[in-house]
C-alpha cells in the first residue's frame, strides 16, 4: 500500500519515507506513482512534486529545479539539483 | 652565543607560532569533520545518477550519442582542470595536485598534444602560470565563497561546456586529491569529458519506459553527472585540504614544541653560566681582600 519515496539533491538526502502517492510533473505531462507502478524513468520539468502522505490526504508540494525522476522496484526515486523549501 | 635576552625573544616567538600552528590544526579538525560529513552527504546522489547513467549509457551507443558522451572524435587538445584550496598552510596539498597536473601535462606535450589548463582556486596558479604561462585557458575563483558547493561545481561544468562547445578541447582531465584519511590525500586524475561509461554492473531486467526518449534523457543527464563528478571532487578536496592541513600543523606543532624545549635548556645553560662567572668574580674578589 506504500511506496517508498526518495527525494535526492547533491547536497543531501532529503526524503525517505513511506507515501501514498506522488504526482511528478514530468517533461511530457504529470504522472502519478502509486505502489507497483511500472519503471519509469523521466526528466522533470521545474515545477512541483505532489506529495500524498495517507489516501485523501491534503497534498504537500515540493518545489524542484532540474530534476528526474525514476521508478523502479524500489520504488520512487527524484533526483533533484535544487529543491526549494 | 646568543645573548640571554636574544634567548628569551626567540623562546617567546616560537611559542607563539606554536599556539597559532595549535589553533590552525583544531580549527582543521573541526573543518575536516564537516567536509567528511558533507561528502558523505552527496554520495546517495552521486550514486543513483551513476545507477541511471549506466543503465542509460548501455542501451544508447553508436550515432545516437551526444557529443558529450562519444567525444568530438578527436584527441588532439586537452584541458586538464586543475582543483586547489585558496589558503595554504596544509603541507604539500597543493603541491602534490599541481605535481600531478604538470606531470600528465609534460606527457602530453611529449605526445605531441596541445595542453591548456583551467584553474580552480588560487594556490594553483603560480606554480603552472610559470611552467606554462601561455597555456592557462581560465582562472576559476573561489576565494569569494567560503567553501565551494554544488554552485560553484555547477558553473565551473557551465564554463567547461560553453569551451567544449565552442571547440576549445577534445579531452578534460579533473585533477583533485582523494581524501583516504588524515593522514593520506592521493591527488587523482579523473577523465570528465567526454564522460566515460559508468561500468555497467547491473544490466536492467525490466523493461523501462523512457519518457522521453533514451538519447534525450542522456543528454540532459550528462551535464549533470558532469557537475555531480566536479562537485564530488570538490568535497573530496576540501576533506583533503582539512586533512593534509590538520597533519602539517599537528607536525608544525609538535616542532615548535621540541624546539621550546632546546631553546629553554640553552637559555638555563647560559643562566647558570652567567651566574657562575658572576660568583667566581665575587669570590675571586673576596679572596684577593
Redesign the interface.
Known amino acids: 500500500m506504500a511506496l517508498h519515496f526518495e527525494l ?6 532529503v526524503r525517505s519515507e513511506e507515501v501514498h502517492m506522488v504526482v511528478v510533473p ?3 505531462g504529470d504522472f502519478g506513482v502509486l505502489e507497483g507502478h ?6 522533470i520539468r521545474d515545477g512541483a512534486i505532489q506529495v500524498f502522505r495517507t489516501e485523501g490526504a491534503a497534498a504537500e508540494n515540493i518545489a524542484v529545479r ?1 530534476g ?1 525522476a ?1 521508478v ?2 524500489n520504488g520512487l ?1 527524484v ?1 533533484a ?1 535544487h529543491v526549494e523549501g | 652565543m646568543a645573548s640571554l635576552k636574544e634567548l628569551k625573544g626567540r623562546i617567546n616567538s616560537v611559542k607563539s607560532t606554536q599556539k597559532i600552528t595549535k589553533a590552525k590544526q583544531m580549527v582543521a579538525a573541526a573543518k575536516l569533520r564537516k567536509a567528511q560529513a558533507a561528502a558523505e552527504a552527496a554520495r546517495p546522489y552521486a550514486e543513483r545518477l551513476g545507477k541511471v547513467m549506466a543503465s542509460l549509457a548501455s542501451k544508447v551507443s553508436g550515432e545516437g550519442a551526444p557529443k558529450l558522451f562519444a567525444g568530438t572524435g578527436k584527441d588532439q587538445r586537452h584541458l586538464l582542470v586543475v582543483a586547489n584550496s585558496d589558503k595554504g598552510l596544509a603541507g604539500a596539498f597543493n603541491s602534490n595536485i599541481v605535481r600531478a597536473a604538470l606531470a600528465k601535462a609534460a606527457e602530453l606535450k611529449a605526445e605531441g598534444k596541445e595542453v591548456d589548463f583551467y584553474l580552480v582556486g588560487r594556490k594553483g596558479r603560480a606554480p603552472i602560470r610559470r611552467a606554462h604561462p601561455q597555456n592557462i585557458a581560465r582562472m576559476f575563483d573561489t576565494t569569494d565563497v567560503r567553501e565551494p558547493g554544488y554552485e560553484e561545481a555547477e558553473r565551473i561544468v557551465a564554463e567547461l561546456m560553453e569551451m567544449y562547445d565552442a571547440g576549445k578541447f577534445d579531452v578534460a582531465h579533473l585533477f583533485y586529491s582523494k581524501f583516504k584519511s588524515a593522514l593520506t590525500q592521493e591527488p587523482t586524475r579523473l577523465q570528465i569529458i567526454p564522460v566515460p561509461a559508468p561500468e555497467t554492473a547491473t544490466a536492467s531486467q525490466a523493461a523501462v519506459e523512457y519518457e522521453p526518449d533514451e538519447e534525450e534523457i542522456l543528454a540532459e543527464l550528462l551535464p549533470r553527472y558532469l557537475k555531480t563528478q566536479v562537485f564530488g571532487a570538490l568535497l573530496e578536496n576540501q576533506a583533503s585540504e582539512q586533512g593534509a592541513s590538520m597533519t602539517a600543523m599537528d607536525n608544525a606543532t609538535r616542532n615548535a614544541g621540541e624546539l621550546i624545549n632546546k631553546l629553554t635548556i640553552q637559555y638555563n645553560r647560559s643562566r647558570q653560566a652567567a651566574i657562575t662567572t658572576e660568583l667566581i668574580e665575587i669570590i675571586a674578589g673576596a679572596e684577593a681582600l
Open positions: 535526492v539533491t547533491p547536497a543531501k538526502l514530468g517533461t511530457e511500472a519503471p519509469v524513468m523521466s526528466t532540474g528526474f525514476e523502479g522496484e526515486t533526483l539539483e
